[in-house]
C-alpha cells in the first residue's frame, strides 16, 4: 500500500500496489474515464496510456512493485509476467 501520486489532484489516499486497483483508484477519485486515453500525471511522466494499461503503467514503473518467484527466487517487476514465469519454473 502506498500514497498516490497523481500530482494534479493530491487525493491524500492510499492505493493498494495492484494494477485493478490502481485503475478502480483512477476512474473513481481522479476522474479518468475507462475508454480514455490518458496522460500519466505522476511526477517527472507524460507517458500516455489507454485507461485499461495505466494502472500496470503506474504499478510497474512508479511504484516498482517487484514479484518473487516462490519455486527459483526470480523477481519479476509485473504480476502478469511472474505468474507465466511460475507455470514454467
Known amino acids: 500500500v502506498r500514497a498516490c501520486g497523481w500530482t494534479n489532484q493530491p487525493c491524500?489516499?492510499?492505493v493498494e500496489m495492484d494494477?485493478?486497483?490502481i485503475a478502480y483508484h483512477l476512474l473513481h477519485w481522479h476522474g479518468v474515464q475507462p475508454t480514455d486515453t490518458a496522460v500519466c500525471k505522476f511526477e517527472d511522466c507524460s507517458r500516455s496510456e489507454a485507461m485499461l494499461s495505466l494502472g500496470r503503467?503506474?504499478?510497474s514503473v512508479h511504484?516498482?512493485?517487484s514479484y518473487e518467484c516462490p519455486y527459483?527466487?526470480?523477481r519479476h517487476?509485473?504480476?502478469d509476467?511472474?505468474?507465466r514465469h511460475q507455470a514454467t519454473c
Open 57 to 59: 503503467h503506474i504499478e
Open 12 to 14: 491524500g489516499l492510499f
Open 72 to 74: 527459483c527466487g526470480g
Open 19 to 21: 494494477q485493478a486497483r
Open 63 to 65: 511504484y516498482t512493485t
Open 77 to 79: 517487476s509485473r504480476s
Open 81 to 83: 509476467s511472474s505468474y
